[in-house]
């Protein structure tokens, strides 16, 4: 009688073990799926941020394609000397000077559009300024 309380005991005892190494584990698991939950937010944020970026880097690329068709307008007239050369040749040269095509398009009435395409030709004296 004694041997079967002392097994019965032990079987207590393996059946407690047991029940406590299974609420560690399923609290083990709670915590990887927590962990896997802020990862995922953590991605999805990533994600957004990422097409937020993108989008960004769209528009920024679309602004510098304008603002090389824009800059493509100015030409600068060849002086003979430099940008930043402060001889009296530098300062007597004129600042600005329309071509003769822009001349006639004024005059023969094209549209605001057709100047704004118009080459701008700026000589060494306007980009000395700066």
């Given at each position: 009688?004694?041997?079967?309380?002392?097994v019965?005991?032990?079987?207590?005892?393996?059946?407690?073990?047991?029940?406590?190494?299974?609420?560690?584990?399923?609290?083990?698991i709670?915590?990887?799926?927590?962990?896997?939950v802020?990862?995922?937010?953590?991605?999805?944020?990533?994600s957004?941020?990422?097409?937020?970026?993108?989008?960004?880097?769209?528009e920024?690329?679309?602004?510098?394609?304008?603002?090389?068709?824009q800059?493509?307008?100015?030409?600068?007239?060849?002086?003979?000397?430099?940008?930043?050369?402060?001889?009296?040749?530098?300062?007597?040269?004129?600042?600005?000077?329309?071509?003769?095509?822009r001349?006639?398009?004024?005059?023969?009435?094209?549209?605001?559009e057709?100047?704004?395409?118009?080459?701008?030709?700026?000589?060494?004296?306007?980009?000395?300024?700066?």
């Amino acid at each position: 009688m004694n041997r079967i309380v002392d097994v019965a005991t032990q079987v207590a005892e393996i059946v407690d073990g047991i029940n406590i190494a299974s609420k560690e584990q399923s609290l083990s698991i709670n915590q990887v799926n927590q962990g896997l939950v802020e990862v995922s937010q953590v991605v999805q944020v990533n994600s957004a941020t990422s097409e937020e970026s993108a989008s960004a880097s769209e528009e920024l690329s679309s602004q510098a394609e304008l603002l090389k068709r824009q800059v493509e307008k100015f030409r600068i007239r060849q002086m003979g000397f430099s940008a930043f050369d402060s001889s009296a040749a530098f300062e007597s040269a004129p600042a600005f000077e329309e071509t003769n095509e822009r001349e006639n398009k004024k005059k023969s009435g094209h549209s605001k559009e057709d100047a704004a395409d118009a080459t701008i030709i700026l000589n060494d004296k306007e980009f000395g300024k700066y």
